[in-house]
């Protein structure tokens, strides 16, 4: 009997979630280049990320319903098809339609069903794989979302420095064949079940479940935790360094992502020796200090220390939300994962609105803003003592 090459399957979801990342951060970049080229308002440029993001939001929830009735393998390769549809088809739909605002309406929503199929997808497929060390796995995976982040902001602005911003065009090909060439992957890969058929939990039984609802706070803590820091990045890197924005975003996004991603995978290469509750408590902590620094801070270049180290508290957060959920709730399915993406995001979406509207409040004054996301983290270290003393011998 042949075996199995799961490292195609590892291979596969690594790119999926560099797909992923290309499809929340490669847009951004070029939203200035919209406003001059297209005339699109800032208002409606703002309702761009609002429409990624609410997409994504309606696939989570509608994942927990049909994926097991379509199957993991087909709902991958399309959300593969998709994303590269999406992207490719940003070189192309401004121009062929009425509006090019319409045109680029389009494209996000394509390559955002592909992005939240992919949110929803990926961990459970490396979940359900016969590896030692799943949380190890889990953090590893993860790590690739901010690899994929890193490469785009970086790859994207040297392309501009050497070719022009005006052949965007031609990058958005570019970034459209990460996916499409990952079709093949998924089509060849193995794809194991996560739980047998017929024993896998409903929604309406999830809902019944109080644990689970201890997981769904988790994983708004660690969605919040998470993107309200980083959304915020780019400005606190601007305003601590005086620099332009392009030095901004290098030194304050890139700089988050690079140092989450170094936690993902330091935990991905060592977390088989380290108890993941233990780890995810200290992480909160860490990342409330983050958040004080950022916040108190007097010093401009302290609080941009705390922003970026804060991307090193925060990158086991979401990884290890998703372990100790389906360690603990085994028979938890592809519903529970859509259900705590959607978690994720919400909280994602939560944490950046309260940052800014409290700055609003206090006068424009960021650091306010942070010191108010501070709550996430706080309550994260919470909720992660209390399973770990609750749950303690299931874990």
């Known amino acids: 009997m042949e075996k199995k090459n799961y490292k195609r399957t590892q291979l596969a979801c690594y790119l999926g979630f560099v797909t992923q990342a290309i499809c929340a951060n490669f847009l951004p970049l070029l939203f200035l280049t919209f406003h001059n080229s297209y005339s699109v308002s800032f208002a409606m440029l703002a309702m761009l990320s609002t429409c990624f993001f609410v997409t994504q939001l309606i696939v989570d929830f509608l994942c927990a319903g049909i994926v097991d009735r379509l199957g993991y393998r087909a709902c991958i390769i399309a959300a593969e098809v998709t994303s590269g549809l999406g992207l490719a088809g940003l070189a192309v739909f401004p121009d062929l339609m009425p509006s090019a605002y319409a045109g680029i309406i389009v494209c996000v929503i394509l390559y955002a069903i592909g992005s939240g199929l992919a949110e929803v997808l990926v961990s459970p497929i490396i979940e359900a794989c016969p590896f030692d060390n799943k949380e190890a796995s889990m953090s590893l995976l993860h790590s690739f979302y901010c690899w994929g982040s890193v490469a785009v902001i970086l790859g994207s602005t040297l392309f501009f420095t050497v070719f022009g911003i ?191 509207n409290v700055s609003q409040l206090f006068g424009n004054n960021l650091q306010a803003g942070v010191l108010a996301g501070m709550g996430f983290p706080l309550v994260l270290v919470i909720t992660v003592f209390y399973i770990r003393k609750k749950y303690r011998q299931e874990y």
């Open 166 to 356: 005006e052949n965007w065009k031609i990058l958005a090909l570019i970034w459209a064949i990460i996916p499409l060439l990952n079709i093949y992957n998924f089509v060849t890969c193995p794809i194991e079940p996560l739980v047998e058929e017929g024993k896998s939990m409903t929604m309406a039984e999830l809902f019944r479940t109080k644990r689970f609802w201890v997981f769904i706070i988790l994983m708004i803590c660690a969605g919040s935790s998470e993107i309200a820091m980083s959304q915020w990045a780019s400005a606190f890197a601007e305003s601590a360094l005086h620099v332009s924005k392009v030095v901004g975003d290098l030194a304050g996004p890139c700089g988050f992502a690079v140092c989450m991603g170094i936690s993902r995978s330091l935990y991905g290469k060592f977390g088989e020796k380290v108890d993941l509750t233990i780890f995810m408590m200290g992480s909160g902590i860490m990342c409330l200090a983050c958040y004080l620094i950022a916040g108190l801070a007097s010093i401009p270049i302290l609080g941009l220390i705390g922003c970026a180290l804060c991307g090193f508290a925060v990158g086991i957060m979401w990884p290890g939300s998703i372990s100790i959920s389906s360690k603990i709730l085994p028979t938890g399915g592809t519903a529970m994962f859509a259900l705590l993406a959607l978690a994720g995001d919400l909280g994602g979406a939560l944490g950046p609105s309260i940052v800014g």
